[in-house]
């Protein structure tokens, strides 16, 4: 979905480094999520935002944190990347909270 | 604690053959359920939403039904077109902030 676009698309790193996935939305929605999808586990929440006061921890949030910069704006940082962190990860909006979910195209993230 | 589970977890099918997918979930208050389709390379893309039992939607070859229990997403005559994994997302509960997924089903359609 153009929509919502992650950057960057792709990234190989090492252990210890610190890293920045970012994600931007076109639709003017308030509520954006990050997940990380691995291999057999689905899906899983790793933080999620309201508007730009609100910060909340999903399901995973133990060595990621986040940072809400507008409204458009919904960045995901891992201070020290470990290799288990390498998976996908995705970048999601909402308009109210019955509508579905919009997801980006996703960062695949490996760390060595 | 929500829990999704989908079945089976691969399907391969010739074109032309319909077939069913299958979630199954356990929730406390039931606010929605997502049918989510997830190409290679790609992120989920919306399907359908269902709200109460009994309700169907439609698009195409795919239809999605909802009981109190389960949700059935029937391909039919599908096309290789088709191929993708299948997501399944139950939202729930007083918060309803949080979209619990199933593990997908990978559908392969043979021409």
């Known amino acids: 979905d153009a929509d919502v676009t992650q950057t960057p698309r792709n990234r190989i790193t090492k252990t210890g480094k610190r890293i920045m996935l970012e994600c931007s939305q076109t639709?003017?929605?308030?509520?954006m999520y990050w997940y990380r999808q691995d291999p057999g586990l689905g899906l899983r929440l790793i933080y999620y935002?309201?508007?730009?006061?609100?910060?909340n921890k999903g399901e995973i949030s133990d060595g990621y944190s986040v940072s809400r910069q507008a409204q458009a704006k919904f960045s995901l940082s891992l201070e020290s990347a470990i290799p288990n962190q390498t998976a996908l990860y995705f970048c999601?909006?909402?308009?109210?909270?019955?509508?579905?979910?919009?997801f980006g195209d996703g960062t695949r993230l490996s760390i060595l | 604690e929500d829990q999704v589970t989908q079945s089976p977890e691969a399907l391969r099918l010739q074109e032309g053959e319909s077939s069913s997918l299958n979630c199954s979930y356990t929730?406390?208050?039931?606010?929605?359920l997502f049918w989510y389709r997830q190409d290679p390379g790609k992120g989920p893309e919306f399907l359908f939403t269902l709200y109460s039992a009994g309700e169907e939607k439609e698009k195409e070859r795919l239809k999605a039904t909802l009981t109190k229990k389960e949700s059935f997403l029937h391909i039919t005559a599908p096309k290789p077109e088709d191929s993708a994994t299948y997501l399944c997302?139950?939202?729930?509960?007083?918060?309803?902030?949080?979209?619990?997924f199933g593990g997908g089903t990978r559908v392969l359609v043979k021409p």
């Open positions: 639709k003017g929605h308030d509520r």
């Open positions: 997302a139950v939202q729930a509960g007083a918060a309803g902030n949080k979209l619990t």
């Open positions: 935002s309201f508007d730009v006061k609100d910060i």
């Open positions: 929730v406390s208050g039931l606010r929605g």
């Open positions: 999601a909006v909402q308009g109210t909270i019955n509508q579905p979910q919009h």
